[in-house]
């Protein structure tokens, strides 16, 4: 079985949250740090969701803060998804390590340095922190296997008629990782929201973590009234970003094809779209554009199972 040592860069984010469980279950995945990017709420809050979901799932890894906001546009954040804190009500136990000194992009650098060409980095979050790693090391390049991204889409988006979140939120930092020259998978709308949880699906997942894991079905449940209660138009609740981080546990759950990606960097509608031309024959990526759901919803039910046994929420551990 190959091992993927792996940088995430994430937002997390009750999305994040839930790929980060499927990372440590993850048998083939040796986590070699966590940088955090704002999006999904304010970069203080991000930061102290990173480090609370490292304690709780036992990471030792170095995590580190990277980009407060956008390159270029002002800061847009989804608390109307996520909630005040970024995690819904979720009780996160206390940091256990202190935040690492360096900034993210520096923290990824090393580490692609260090090992030489072996670094896959999971990106779940707006690309900031890797766009300015990639500006400010010419030769980041070299010392990267792949990148694995969540965002874009193919068709349609989450932000407008286009923009998919990640994207729409800094279009000018992903235009920058599709133009590096590095490996990408893109993992875009097109492909999560075939991960949609259904009603009964949901009574399930309570059923499976029972008592013990009764705050992460009771985090999915914030998660789907949230969706319910706002105009947000979908009418289903999807696993973005755990489909992205399913993609190193198992290569089977998604079909993936070549393709030249570029980002529009317009303002307006188009802001943060994904032009994908499949017909291309410069492709610059591998783009998602099928799922195996059934696949994928083992992988993430095993995840729930070792959860409600191994990362048990200890009210001593809570934070105020």
Known sequence: MQTHKILLDTD???????????????????????????????????????????????????????AAGPMCLPQITAGEVHGDTGLGHFPLPAPTAPLDARPAWELLYEQARALDGALEVL????????????????????????????GGSTEWGNRGAYGEFNFYVDPHAAAVVFGAGVPIDMVGLNVTMQTGISDAEFDGIARLVGETGRAYSELLDFYRNIYRDNDLGFQIVAMHDSLAAALLMDEGVLDLRPAAVRIDCSPGPCRGRSLVDFASQTPNARVAVAVDRPRFWELVLHSLRRAQSDFRIQKSDVRC
């Open 12 to 66: 997390p984010g009750i999305d994040d949250f839930f790929a980060m469980l499927l990372l440590a279950d993850a048998q083939n995945v040796e986590l070699c740090g966590v940088t955090a990017v704002a999006g999904n709420q304010v970069m203080d809050k991000i930061v102290r969701n990173a480090r609370g979901i490292a304690a709780l799932l036992g990471w030792t890894c170095p995590v580190a803060a990277g």
């Open 123 to 150: 990106a779940i979050g707006p690309l900031t922190n890797l766009a300015v790693a990639f500006l400010a090391h010419p030769d980041l390049p070299r010392y990267l296997r792949r990148i694995v991204v969540m």
